[in-house]
């Protein structure tokens, strides 16, 4: 192996360590009868496993897998009263995806030149194409976001002030959701996401549990984080100086 390929090597693992890296959450104890976040996934998962703390992504935001997409966000479970809305990272514009929070199902998509589609109807023109999702909450006056940066300081759990968790679908999955009375949702590609809300923030004495409302979301690719692709520009640096410094590689 020579040495631009062991370079390249070491940092393809660094990248893809710290894109798959974060800091996962312990989960609260569920009150009032209610499912824990595991007791949701086990009912709900087939073909194998997710762990509701292991399983645990770093995604915070995300763009469009596809130039035209038609995701379709589905209910799993709602242990409160609320309403899921979708907010552009370029503007800051937020829609409600729901209007009264009690639709199984609600589909949204953003086509090629950043214009937000909810169901039929063109919503927001300049929308963008990387957005995270809020759900806002009723019962408690709560907005909590997939950004834990758009949560208040000190309202989240740990260090990472998150109120939102989120879970990549591996391929091979089902996932059996409310859609259509309860016709199961096949998870293939890698590209479909589950997001876990919290409905009291840590400083009100929340419980921390993670599952008063689980969605399911199709056809959606995770924003590189900021780490990740100062990493990868690092790295690429770094490769351009030591072919300039060595000149052709396999004399």
């Known amino acids: 192996m020579n040495r631009l390929t062991k370079i390249l090597a070491m940092t393809t693992a660094l990248i893809l360590l710290t894109a798959g890296s974060a800091m996962s959450l312990t989960l609260g104890t569920s009150y009032g009868g209610e499912p824990s976040l595991q007791e949701i996934f086990n009912d709900v998962v087939s073909g194998g496993t997710l762990d509701a703390v292991g399983g645990q992504s770093a995604a915070e935001t995300w763009h469009p897998s596809e ?3 038609d995701s379709y966000l589905v209910t799993m479970y709602r242990g409160d009263s609320g309403v899921l809305g979708i907010y552009s990272t370029a503007t800051g514009a937020e829609y409600d995806l729901q209007t009264t929070g009690t639709e199984t ?3 949204f998509g953003i086509n090629d030149a950043g214009s937000l589609w909810i169901g039929d109807k063109e919503t927001d023109a300049d929308f963008g194409n990387e957005f995270g999702f809020y759900w806002r909450n009723t019962s408690h006056a709560l907005t909590s976001y997939t950004e834990d940066a758009r949560n ?6 740990g260090d990472s002030n998150a ?3 989120t879970f990549l679908v591996r391929d091979g999955l089902t996932v059996e959701t409310s859609l259509m009375d309860g016709t199961t949702v096949n998870a293939r590609g890698n590209d479909d996401w589950i997001l876990a809300f919290e409905d009291v923030a840590g400083s009100a004495r929340g419980d921390g549990d993670f599952n008063d409302a689980v969605f399911y979301m199709e056809d959606m690719s995770a924003t590189p984080e900021p780490a990740t692709l100062l990493l990868l520009g690092s790295g690429l640096i770094g490769l351009a100086g030591f072919r300039r410094k060595f000149g052709k590689f396999g004399r």
């Not at 208040?152 to 759990?157: F, L």
């Open 67 to 69: 130039a035209l997409v």
């Open 105 to 107: 199902s609600v589909s």
């Open 152 to 157: 208040a300081d000190g309202t989240g759990y």
């Open 163 to 165: 109120l939102a968790l």
